[in-house]
């Protein structure tokens, strides 16, 4: 159990990028100690960076569990999303930011099947800004689950310094409560929507992937 805090699971995305950064620094190591030791710090924060772990998951569809680790960053009442034809129906919106250092996988809040998947290309703002939902590039699931008619959407957005969102599901797949879905690489955004439930947490809250509870029936 503690090897496994100390040395987490790599997601599938994290080995070319962990063996480039692992070359460059031998290179590195052999023409500059002080820039092999730069280089062996990025070479562990890759690591971290694509770490992978295990998540303690509730497995009751009574409560919604966050998306991703990270940071509440907004709670709102929206208009659902127009690539969803969703825009004439109200949700709350709940917005977690993840920096650099948070783990980058993302899972299901509910049990469900994936009803429609949408990628819509955009810009590439800071993920803490609002207006990053409507002009960032992001990838939408909508999830059918069994509480509401509408289901429950999750989004994931490109932040900043993110430049790839991938997707481990596909269209009409059953998934579980904290099931892995996808991730985003380097600092991103995650934001949730949903009907008729009570939400949990508050801005400036910190949450955890598949364990954190955010809203419940």
């Not at 070319?16 to 620094?25: D, E, N, R």
């Not at 924060?45 to 509440?72: K, M, Q």
């Not at 992001?138 to 430049?163: C, H, M, P, S, W």
């Not at 985003?184 to 955004?189: K, T």
Request: charged fraction near 25%.
């Amino acid at each position: 159990m503690m090897l496994e805090k100390i040395f987490p699971k790599l997601h599938q995305e994290g080995y070319k990028f962990l063996v480039i950064s692992g070359v460059l620094t031998l290179i590195l190591w052999s023409i500059s100690d002080f820039f092999g030791f730069i280089f062996t710090l990025i070479t562990i924060w890759v690591y971290y960076f694509f770490r992978d772990p295990e998540r303690n998951i509730i497995e009751d569809d009574t409560y919604l569990v966050s998306p991703a680790d990270g940071i509440i960053s907004a709670v709102v009442e929206v208009n659902g999303p127009v690539e969803l034809g969703l825009e004439n129906k109200k949700f709350t919106r709940i917005s977690i930011f993840m920096n650099i250092f948070n783990c980058h996988v993302n899972r299901s809040p509910s049990n469900g099947q994936i009803e429609d998947i949408f990628y819509k290309p955009g810009k590439f703002l800071n993920a803490s800004l609002n207006k990053a939902s409507d002009e960032n590039e992001r990838n939408y699931f909508k999830i059918k689950d069994n509480k509401t008619e509408d289901g429950i959407v999750v989004v994931q957005i490109a932040g900043l310094i993110a430049r790839r969102i991938v997707t481990h599901v596909e269209k009409k797949q059953t998934i579980n409560q904290g099931q892995r879905i996808g991730m985003i690489r380097f600092g991103s955004r995650v934001d949730v929507y949903y009907k008729e439930r009570k939400t949990m947490v508050k801005v400036g809250q910190n949450v955890i992937a598949g364990e954190s509870l955010i809203a419940s029936s």
